[in-house]
Structures are given as C-alpha cells and as structure tokens.
C-alpha cells in the first residue's frame, strides 16, 4: 500500500508539473501571436523569460524563503539539541545530507523544508512545534519534511514558483502591451473567421494563465503532502506519530510570522483557511483525508 501510493503520487506530480510547463509555453504562443504575429517567436520569449528566472530562483531560493518568513539559523546542537539530533536522526536514515536548521518565532506548531536538491537544502520549524508535540510527533514531522528533501520536491517546488513568477511577468507584460494598443496582426488576419478566433482564443488564454497557474501549483503542492506523509511513515515506520502531530496542527491558531507565497511550503495550511465549497484553490489537501490515508497504512 506504502509503495503504491508513493509511485501514484509521483506520477501525478509528472502530470502537474508537464501542465505547468505546457502552460507557460502556450502563453508564450499566445503572447507572439497578438503581439508579433508569430507563435515561435512568443514561445522563444517565454523559454528567455522562464530561464532567467529559473537562475534566479535556484541561485537564492533558501535564504530568500527563510528571510521572509522570518527565520533564524541554527548554527550547532547546542542551540537546540532536539530538533537538531532529530534532523540529523532522520536525515541519516534517509540518506541525504544534513540540512540547515531554522527556527520561526510563532506559537503555531508548524514546519516546512525548501532548497534545489539534498546537497542545499534546509528545513524550518517553528517555536510552537517544539513546546507542542512530543518527540514522537516532532519525528513524524521532521520525517515528513526530510521526506520533501529525499523525493526532490523541494526542487519542484522551487520550479513552480519560477514558472509562476515568468507567467506573471508574461501576463504584466501582455496588459502593458495591450494598454498602449501594441499589437502586429494585420488586418486580413483580423478579418477573418479563423483569424479571429485564435485572437480571442491567444487574449483569453493570456488573461485565465494566472489562474491556471495557480490551480497547477496548488494542485502539485497538495500532491507533494501526500507523498511526503506516506515517505515519512517509511522513515519512521510509525504512522500514529505523523497522525497525532497532523491533528495538533490542525487545531492550532492561524501563523504571524508566514509569508503568503510560501505557505504552499508548510506542512500545513499556515493561515487556516477553510474551503467548504472546494479544494481547487487550496495550497493542502484536507488534514482529515491525510490521516485517514495515513490510518490505512
């Protein structure tokens, strides 16, 4: 069952992430062709503008994350013997290298790992994870996040976002272009039945991309919680530890010290926000349907 749901998950993490890259590229098609009459030269443009930003994401991705939420390093063991021989506990029996360590200063026990591979990657927990839960639930956690470093979604993480943040470029661009009439189809292309139809087609496609964009990287991020809770049971081989820490998170009070665009990173939902009409928007999946997957294993 383990195994299972780890190859589904993965899969589905294949499919998010081959969308998103679709997506960036059909924008790119869009954009060439109301603007430059050329569908390959708006795809070249989206390639430039997503590789600029990958380079930008990946050279600076931990420390830009750890400084907006407001992070502290530690340094060594004696900072916080705990956490640390627990980090370095679960990193051992994963076999990746020791992360960096942070601490958030917030009473709502929560946790979250980030980097571009296991060689560069840490992992933050805040104040009110340590004084909340007891090391049997501190282990079930910090499995699940070293499980994040281990399966490289940390690394797919730091991809959404710079293919978020080239979508959002792309879209600004186009509403700048659009607000000072710039546009290169020539009249019997606008005339046209067919000519048209691919400009509402190119300028919807421009205006729903954010949204699109959103949905993917939600979507991967949910998918990445439940591969990581059932990678952490096979690290710690004890479900009922991750079970009892994800009910505690579940019943806490909204976080302070989150930044909005890193809340997809948490274990969970950093701001408490409840959707009853539907999850399509939601950075977690729902702490109920986590447990009782973790239950069946």
Known sequence: MLYEQIAMNKRRTGYVM????LLVVALGAALGDVF???????????????????????????????????AQEIKNEDQAPQLWHLIEDMAMVGQVPMPRVFIINDASPNAFATGNNPEHSAVAVTTGLLTRLNREELEG????????????????QTIAL?????????????????WFGAGRRNDDDRDSAGGAIA???????????PLAASIAQMALSRNREYLADASSVELTRNPQGLISALE????????QEADPSSAAMYIGDPFKNKRK???????HPPIADRIARLEKM
């Not at 081959?18 to 890259?21: E, L």
């Not at 989206?46 to 994350?65: P, R």
């Not at 956690?141 to 797919?156: A, K, M, P, Q």
């Open 18 to 21: 081959a969308g998103f890259t």
């Open 162 to 178: 710079a293919l978020s943040a080239a979508i959002s470029f792309l879209v600004n661009l186009a509403s700048n272009l659009m």
């Open 248 to 255: 505690k998170i579940d019943d806490s009070e909204p976080m």
């Open 277 to 283: 009409m539907t999850d399509l928007f939601a950075t």
């Open 36 to 70: 430059a009459g050329s569908w390959v030269a708006g795809c070249l443009w989206a390639v430039v503008v997503t590789a600029v930003y990958m380079v930008i994401m990946i050279s600076n991705s931990t420390d830009v994350v750890m400084s907006l939420n407001n």
């Open 199 to 209: 400009m509402v087609v190119s300028i919807l496609l421009i205006f729903l991309a």
């Open 141 to 156: 956690v910090i499995g699940h996040e070293i499980s994040h470093v281990r399966n490289y979604d940390i690394r797919l």
